[in-house]
């Protein structure tokens, strides 16, 4: 799968582009969050990932607007990925593990929410899957809360998407800590043959990547042990745009994110590029050129497994 990463595109932007998109060989686009965000309009780049509800529609696109682009993304055999944040949501400007006063009012159970403190030990993975990362966490263990985000992933399936981006996957809890969450959501979804990818990022323990790996692709800077199960990336939208040491690509010419995209894409099946504001990288010979080859060798492949069944 070779993903396209349209950060803070419009969505009825991208459908003029979509030829093009599939002749560079992608395979899939991942869209926006498009959540309701706690400021709307042109923004920081973060506020995408402060969202009020389980609903959809934002700046970005409106449930209309999801629903023609993935029908014309179809007429291409392009598929079109959710980006959807289910960890937490938008924090009141003056306490950071306080709901945004514009959270959805059906949300601020008490019971709904996480510990109200910040995660102190990245490698404590009580401490990880229990507490905060800067913004009110969601206590997603919680049925009603279960219920909630598995209605709006089925909302984005109903409208024609067919994979999602987990934002902050990390943050979740597993079946060996006690916790079914992903197991249940995976299960409940209407459509099967989803493409599912889930953020965990700066995780070195292959226990817990391959974990993760039982439910989706692991998106991450670490490997798990089947690399098929791995969206790989040079640069995401974190690197590029985030400040201080996650932000480690922004100094970085485009055009060697291009060349080690187009080598990386040698030993994964599954990668994405991001697109870096006013750049046009992805439309770049190398990339096309790169797929086809990769295309052409996993065909050769193909053909010999039929020869040597």
């Known amino acids: 799968m070779r993903i396209l990463h349209c950060f803070n595109w419009k969505l009825i932007d991208i459908i003029p582009n979509l030829e093009r998109i599939k002749d560079q060989g992608f395979d899939a686009i991942q869209i926006n969050p498009i959540q309701p965000l706690k400021e709307d309009g042109v923004q920081e780049w973060w506020m995408s990932y402060q969202p009020i509800s389980f609903k959809i529609g934002n700046y970005f696109g409106t449930k209309e607007d999801l629903k023609r682009l993935c029908e014309e993304a179809s007429k291409y055999d392009i598929r079109i ?3 959807v944040v289910i960890n937490h949501m938008g924090a009141d400007e003056r306490d950071n593990f306080k709901p945004h006063s514009k959270v959805d009012p059906c949300l601020l159970k008490p019971e709904y929410w996480k510990n109200k403190a910040k995660v102190k030990d990245w490698k404590n993975r009580q401490d990880v899957i229990h507490n905060c990362i800067d913004l009110p966490g969601l206590n997603v263990y919680n049925k009603d809360v279960e219920d909630m985000i598995v209605k709006f992933l089925n909302e984005l399936v109903a409208c024609g998407a067919t994979g999602f981006r987990f934002d902050a996957a990390k943050s979740i809890g597993l079946p060996s800590e006690g916790y079914r969450f992903w197991p249940n959501i995976i299960y409940r979804l209407d459509k099967y ?3 599912l990818y889930g953020e965990v990022i700066f995780e070195e323990n292959r226990n817990i990547l391959d974990e993760y790996a039982n439910y989706m692709h692991v998106l991450g800077n670490y ?3 089947d690399k098929n199960q791995m969206v790989k990336y040079v640069e995401s939208h974190d690197t590029f745009l985030s400040e201080g040491q996650l932000g480690y690509t922004k100094l970085l010419d485009s055009s060697i994110i291009l060349n080690s995209y187009c080598s990386l894409v ?32 996993q065909e050769k492949i193909l053909r010999y497994q039929r020869r040597n069944g």
């Open 223 to 225: 490997d798990c042990s």
């Open 193 to 195: 043959g989803l493409f």
């Open 266 to 297: 040698n030993y994964f099946n599954n990668t994405l590029f991001y697109i870096r504001p006013f750049d046009d990288t992805w439309k770049s010979k190398k990339i096309k050129e790169a797929h086809n080859r990769c295309i052409l060798e």
């Open 81 to 83: 990925f959710a980006d």
